[in-house]
C-alpha cells in the first residue's frame, strides 16, 4: 500500500483520539527498532518519548517479540475464570516487584481500566463513597476517569459521576515563586487535612494521586510529600492509590515511582510499561488490607479480556528483559545525563525558562519573555510551540510539545551517546523559537 493511501484511508475510515478530525495528519510508521522507528520512505526518528511514554524496554526486542509468538501458538484465550501458566508466573513476579505487602493483582486492558477497578476496589473495601484526586492530573478517558482527571480533557465530558473531589496540587502552577519544597509540602498537606474535614473523612474512600504527574507538568513530589500524604491519610482510613500507569516501571529511575517516598500505597495501578506497549494490559496491585475484604465479599467487577494469556506472557518477557538488560538502573544512571543536557540547553537559548526530570522522566518550559512568561499558554498553543514542533518532525525527532512546554521520555535502553545525540537534535530545533523571543 502506498503512504498517501494509506494516510487517507486511516483518515477515511478511523477516528483519531483528542482532536479535531478534519485536522489530524497522522505520522505514517513501517517500523521500529530500540530507540527508532521509520517512515514508509525511510526517514529514522529518535523516539524521544517512548510513544505514549510507553515503549519502555524500547521498540521491536526480540525477546518479547519471541514469547509473544510461543504464546500464540500455545494459549490464547481462555475465560478469566482458569488457572493458567502466564497468569500464575505474572502474578507471583509482581508480588515480588512490588513495593512492600502488595501481592495480589488484578488484570485489566490499560491504564483507564486499572484505575476504575482501584476506585471500585476502595469503595467496597472501604463502604465510603467519594474519592479525591487532583487537579494537575490524568487517569485515562473513561467516564469515571476523565472525572478523577484534572486537565482540559475533563471539560467536555462533563458532567460525570458525582463523589469526585479535585484538590490542588502539591507544586503550584507557577512554581518558581520561591518557597521551599519542605514549605510547599507542609502548605499543601494542611490544606488538604482542611478539605477532608469539610467534606467528611468517613465519607472518603480514597485519593489517587499520579505518583509523579506525568503530562500535566513531569512533575516529581516536593520533599516530605509522599510521606507526609501517606500517613495523612492513614490518620483518616483513606486509601491511596498510586497511579503508576506512565510513571511504573522504571521511568524514574526505580520499579515504582512510590519508592522515591519511600512510601506504600494501598492500590497501585500500572499499565503502558508492564508490557511495553507490545500488548495492552494494565494491573492493579492490592495490599492485604483491601484485598482481604473480598475473600468473604464479591468483587463487582470483570472483563472479558481479564487475564487474557497473550498480555500476560508479554509482560512476563518485558520484565525479564528489564531484568537481563538493568533498565531500571540505566534509567537512573541517566538522570544525571539529562540534567546536565537540560541545563546546557538553558544556558544556551533564551526560551527555556525551566527544566526538571526524574530518570528518564522529563519535560522542558519555554519561555518568551525573560520574566518567564510561558511560551503558550495553559491550554493554548502558539507559533511558537507549533515551529518547535515542526521543527522536530523535520530534523526526525518524535516528541510531545504541550502548551509551552515539551517531553523528554525516551525509551529505557538509550545508551548515553543516543540520548546526547537526541538532545543535540533538540539544540538545533530550539533555535526556530529565538525569534519569538520578547526580550
Ligand atoms: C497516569 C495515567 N493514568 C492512566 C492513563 C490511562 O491509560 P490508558 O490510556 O491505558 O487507559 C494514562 C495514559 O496516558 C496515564 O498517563
Known sequence: MDTKQMIDLCKQHTMYTWGRQGGVAPLPVARAEGIYFWTPDGKRFIDFNSQLMSVNAGHGHKKIREAMKRQIDELLFVFPGTATEPRAKLGQKLAELAPGDIDRFFFTLGGAEANENAIRAARMATGRQKILSRYRSYHGATNLCMQLTGDPRRWANEPGTPGIIRVMDPMPYDFSFGRTESEITENNLRYLEEVIMYEGPQSIAAMIIETVTGTNGILP????????????????????????????????????????????????????????????LGAVGMRPKVYK??????????????????????????????????????????????QEEMARLKAKHPTVKSYRNIGLFGMVDLQKDSQGTPMAAYNSASEAMTALGQRFRELGLFTFVRWGSFMANPPLCITEAQLREAWAVVDEALEVTHPYFEG
Not at 253 to 268: M, N, Q, S, T
Request: hydrophobic share 45%; net charge negative.
Open 221 to 280: 513530589p516536593p520533599a516530605g510529600y509522599l510521606v507526609g500524604l501517606r500517613k495523612l491519610l492513614d490518620k483518616y482510613g483513606i486509601l491511596l492509590i498510586c497511579d503508576e500507569v506512565m510513571a511504573g516501571f522504571g521511568r524514574t529511575g526505580k520499579w515504582f515511582a512510590c519508592e522515591h517516598g519511600p512510601i506504600v500505597p494501598d492500590l497501585l495501578c500500572m499499565a503502558k510499561g508492564l508490557t511495553s506497549s507490545y500488548a495492552p
Open 293 to 338: 475484604y473480598f475473600d468473604d465479599n464479591v468483587f463487582w467487577g470483570g472483563l472479558t479480556y481479564n487475564s487474557h494469556c497473550l498480555g500476560l506472557a508479554t509482560a512476563l518477557a518485558n520484565i525479564e528483559v528489564f531484568e537481563e538488560e538493568g533498565l531500571v538502573e540505566n534509567a537512573a544512571a541517566l538522570q544525571a545525563v539529562m
